[in-house]
């Protein structure tokens, strides 16, 4: 079972926007102003500010006011979160993938010994 | 660089739901009908549908009706693009931890030869 379903929600809310996914990715090398941050995108900042909240809100990212520059910062345990989603699902399959070998192999050797 | 960034919105959009993501987690055992999919779920059939829509749109389950009895089975594939992505994440960061020990141990051997 998943541990907080809710966060989830809102991890995997926060992934499907490309903008928010390229400011992850930018933030994976390093803190970032929102300014740096919002530079690359033809957007207006209320409209950019809206995806920071949304990452901020889910988890995504940590943010700090130091003067008038607000620098934003990744959250490594939300890929984690991810991770263990991921790993939960491939358990499940590999677990019926291996299910399906002792299958066939019983079947391979039934035939076999006929 | 995303290569198809619209495929991932919906990836991760279909994820940002309990009921879709314990839908997928069901497939992950192996495929199943619509009615045994949504046994466990106190919802109206039609909202339920909503939800088998939405994964099989973004790719995440194929839909195979016969006679009155539709089949869904999990897409591999979609899996893998989360995967992907997920790699891209951690390359960025462990570039950037690399990046930041190479600077640490510089710095402690100009300390050192001091």
Request: hydrophobic share 40%.
């Amino acid at each position: 079972m998943e541990q907080y379903p809710e966060q989830l929600n809102g991890i995997f809310q926060a992934l499907a926007d490309p903008t928010r996914r390229a400011v992850l990715r930018r933030l994976g090398k390093g803190p970032a102003s929102i300014s740096e941050l919002a530079e690359p995108f033809d957007m207006a900042l209320p409209s950019f500010m809206k995806h920071i909240h949304l990452l901020e809100e889910s988890g995504w990212i940590q943010t700090h006011k130091e003067g008038r520059v607000r620098t934003c910062t990744i959250e490594k345990k939300s890929f984690a979160a991810v991770e263990e989603w991921l790993s939960e699902q491939r358990a499940l399959w590999e677990g019926r993938t291996d299910r399906l070998e002792l299958f066939v192999t019983a079947v391979q050797k039934k035939e076999k010994s006929k």
